[in-house]
């Protein structure tokens, strides 16, 4: 048996019992998903809470900081990450490690089996940002993400069209494992708990290679214009640390404080842990399929309508 195929605790594993009313749980989800693409403000969640943190932590102006040594770049690339966290695709990935949250025995036990999944989770994260972090130290400059030039109505720009590519390939995955979680087809991972973590770190490694943020931006540009791919590979290695930091602390702390209770409470009704899973993963990946491959190409005019809500 390989490594990828050992079970650490019985709690790693999804919930063999599915739920009875699967397909309603399918449509609420899918819905939930849409209407989250129609309320959705980038420019609220990029820049007043993203900018905000990241200017917090910085002390200045994160747009306006010159990244002009490895040092800063370093600190840049952290901080951003970490104003970049609360997003849909990140959730979706952490409501997979709900039945570890709620494993048994006493708080450092469950702290210690929680950590195994982590690093499971980072390995893949690690290892996909890195390799784009020196892709992009050595060819950046020529790569359409460091376009930043203004969309023009009516066309894609480059690096939109990567970013639609990237997120619609992720978004289509993430239903699959939503519709996986309920038995609705078949699961790749039912018998490899640590290699599902892996691929979902994978995921999250994944996003830099379309991520629109526009502190990653800055972050990518400096990557590329420096020519430098163990700076780019480290650079990146941190920026994805920062996205999930704050994520992983709150796991722990639920796991050390309230895991006796939530582990009751998954195993109060059927199917209620494969619920939880399959609910974040199908929300997240419909959000992302209408959202950068739909409702994108109707706010550059190249569709004549989507619903989108006033504030948008």
């Known amino acids: 048996m390989s490594r990828l195929d050992e079970q650490p605790s019985p709690a790693a594993d999804l919930a063999t019992e599915y739920p009875r009313r699967r397909w309603r749980l399918v449509l609420f989800s899918s819905l939930a998903g849409f209407l989250l693409t129609v309320v959705w403000s980038a420019s609220f969640v990029d820049s007043v809470i993203g900018g905000t943190v990241a200017d917090t932590m910085l002390g200045q102006d994160a747009e306006e900081m010159a990244l002009g040594g490895i040092g800063?770049?370093?600190?840049?690339?952290?901080?951003?990450?970490?104003?970049?966290?609360?997003?849909?695709?990140?959730?979706?990935?952490?409501?997979?490690?709900?039945?570890?949250?709620?494993?048994?025995?006493?708080?450092?036990?469950r702290a210690r089996l929680l950590l195994r999944p982590l690093l499971w989770l980072g390995l893949g994260m690690v290892v996909v940002s890195a390799v784009y972090g020196a892709v992009v130290g050595f060819v950046g400059t020529g790569m359409p993400q460091f376009d930043d030039a203004p969309s023009v109505p009516g066309e894609l720009s480059g690096r939109l069209v990567q970013a639609s590519v990237v997120f619609g390939v992720i978004g289509l995955v993430l239903v699959y494992l939503g519709l996986a979680a309920v038995g609705v087809v078949r699961d790749p991972f039912a018998r490899r708990p640590n290699g599902r973590l892996l691929f979902l770190g994978a995921l999250v490694g994944a996003f830099l290679i379309g991520r629109p943020f526009p502190l990653f931006r800055q972050l990518f540009r400096d990557a590329a214009e420096a020519g430098d791919p163990l700076y780019g590979a480290g650079a990146f290695v941190l920026q994805s640390l920062g996205n999930v930091v704050l994520m992983a602390v709150l796991l722990v702390l639920v796991s050390l404080f309230a895991g006796p209770?939530?582990?009751?409470?998954?195993?109060?009704?059927?199917?209620?842990?494969?619920?939880?899973?399959?609910?974040?993963?199908l929300a997240a990946g419909v959000f992302l399929v209408l959202y950068w491959n739909v409702r994108l190409l109707a706010m550059r005019d190249i569709l004549p309508w989507y619903p989108l809500a006033p504030w948008v």
């Open 261 to 281: 209770r939530v582990g009751r409470w998954l195993a109060a009704r059927q199917g209620r842990l494969a619920s939880l899973t399959a609910a974040g993963m």
């Open 72 to 109: 800063a770049g370093i600190a840049f690339a952290l901080v951003s990450g970490i104003a970049g966290t609360f997003t849909a695709c990140n959730i979706a990935v952490f409501s997979t490690m709900a039945p570890l949250v709620g494993g048994s025995g006493g708080r450092w036990q």
